[in-house]
């Protein structure tokens, strides 16, 4: 799969700290991709107006297509006859860039037209500070394992979850759903569901803790609807139980605290990553929020096994909450479901894909002019380099038994790349072992 890099990054000029931009395009036969041309974006921040979303989109366009590769190839990116999407990552080491709102990116050919509402051009960003150099591979076989996080002291989930059952129950493909709740008629509304299991969020005191139940379920998905927060540079997601609601009933100090169970980010996402987990959407305020040097929660989660991760640029309504969640988990099932139906083994998944009905139905809600409101750039999807391959089996297939299948895989094809390209520098008393392993 083809897919647009750009690298922002501090560099030093003179002495003087400055911001440098490349692209790698693998497909595109332009020169100097890896040239770093310095760009000033400074002025970006300062766009305002009742318009404001579309001058920034204009102006980051503008400033990228200044780098001659950049230009060049977004040029050809445009005017390709492919209808099939064509990812742009935005890998922003700088820390004032990071903060720009590069979802808002605009063609930078005369046409006004924000390219992450257009299906050929999704827009993602790459975690900063990845050291995860592989491609990430998951397998799944059927049915697909959900589990929805329902806890957000002092808002009530139960559009939140009206929204996520109907797109479950719309699905083409099996889904096991569980959902851990601290509002008692969810629960009650979701155990008289089949194939729906509901659990109430424990509490500090219990034995298994909130990140323990979750790693017992093996999540496929994760979608987390609760509170974010950082304190002292340590990033929380902060759940509440059915008591912390009590207690929070008509209590303000109470409902401000965001709940007794609080996760510690990093945690969360080594846990899950260790069980298989493909995608962590932070259905939460400021779970992506680019404030400082600090990495994001979305991408504390990348970073920490996860492939790849979701989160909001800052505060949200619980109605926007609602909008992005019902729109987004319809197209992460399709995605599924069409790779299901295309049979074959290995699956490449564009995550980036499924970002757009989410975007449109944001800008729809707000007035439908995306230069008008900036709401649907909010979400911002983070991964790490390479594409995500996904291994479809039977259904009933044993994961664990097939995810080993894939490591021996690529561990054999590594060492057939080695033995093809020398194999005259194969150690003499192994040469014949190996070369029977990978032939």
Not at 40 to 55: E, K, L, M, S
Not at 239 to 255: K, P
Not at 352 to 370: C, E, I, N, S, Y
Request: aromatic fraction near 4%; proline fraction near 5%; glycine fraction near 6%.
């Amino acid at each position: 799969m083809t897919e647009l890099v750009i690298f922002v990054d501090s560099v030093k000029v003179d002495d003087q700290t400055r911001t440098g931009c490349s692209i790698e395009a693998a497909g595109f036969d332009v020169v100097d991709q890896d040239v770093v041309h310095v760009i000033d974006f400074t002025d970006v921040a300062n766009c305002a107006g009742t318009d404001a979303i579309r001058q920034v989109g204009k102006t980051l366009s503008t400033k990228l297509a200044t780098h001659p590769a950049i230009g060049a190839i977004m040029t050809a990116a445009l005017t390709r006859a492919e209808s099939s999407s064509l990812p742009i990552y935005f890998r922003v080491g700088d820390d004032g860039a990071h903060r720009l709102a590069w979802e808002a990116l605009m063609c930078a050919d005369g046409r006004d037209q924000f390219m992450a509402l257009d299906r050929r051009w999704p827009i993602a960003r790459i975690a900063r500070k990845s050291t995860l150099k592989s491609e990430p591979q998951r397998v799944f076989a059927p049915p697909l394992r959900l589990v929805c996080v329902l806890s957000a002291l002092g808002v009530s989930a139960r559009h939140e979850w009206d929204g996520l059952i109907r797109s479950v129950e719309a699905a083409q493909l099996p889904i096991d759903l569980t959902v851990i709740a601290a509002e008692a008629d969810i629960i009650t509304d979701a155990r008289s569901r089949a194939n729906v299991r509901a659990i109430p969020v424990p509490g500090p005191g219990e034995p298994r803790s909130l990140v323990d139940l979750i790693e017992s379920l093996s999540p496929h998905v994760l979608h987390m609807f609760c509170h974010g927060r950082a304190v002292n540079s340590v990033r929380l997601l902060e759940c509440a139980t059915a008591n912390d609601f009590a207690a929070a009933d008509g209590d303000a100090d109470s409902a401000s605290e965001g709940g007794s169970v609080r996760v510690l980010t990093e945690e969360l996402g080594v846990t899950v990553a260790k069980t298989g987990t493909w995608l962590v959407t932070l259905n939460a305020c400021g779970g992506a929020q680019p404030e400082t040097a600090e990495l994001t929660q979305a991408e504390t989660l990348v970073n920490s096994g996860i492939p790849v991760a979701i989160g909001m640029k800052r505060k949200v309504e619980d109605s926007d909450a609602v909008v992005f969640s019902s729109a987004l988990y319809p197209s992460v099932f399709r995605q599924l479901a069409d790779a299901i139906a295309r049979g074959g083994d290995q699956q490449c998944m564009n995550w980036p894909d499924v970002l757009l009905r989410a975007r449109q139905r944001l800008r729809d809600a707000h007035g439908g002019d995306p230069s008008v409101d900036d709401m649907w750039t909010l979400p911002i999807l983070y991964s790490r380099r390479g594409g995500f391959t996904l291994h479809v089996s039977a259904a009933g297939a044993s994961e664990p038994k097939l995810q080993s299948h894939v490591a021996e895989a690529d561990l054999l094809n590594g060492l057939r790349s080695v033995i093809e390209a020398s194999p005259s520098q194969a150690p003499p008393m192994l040469s014949t072992e190996l070369q029977n392993a990978v032939t």
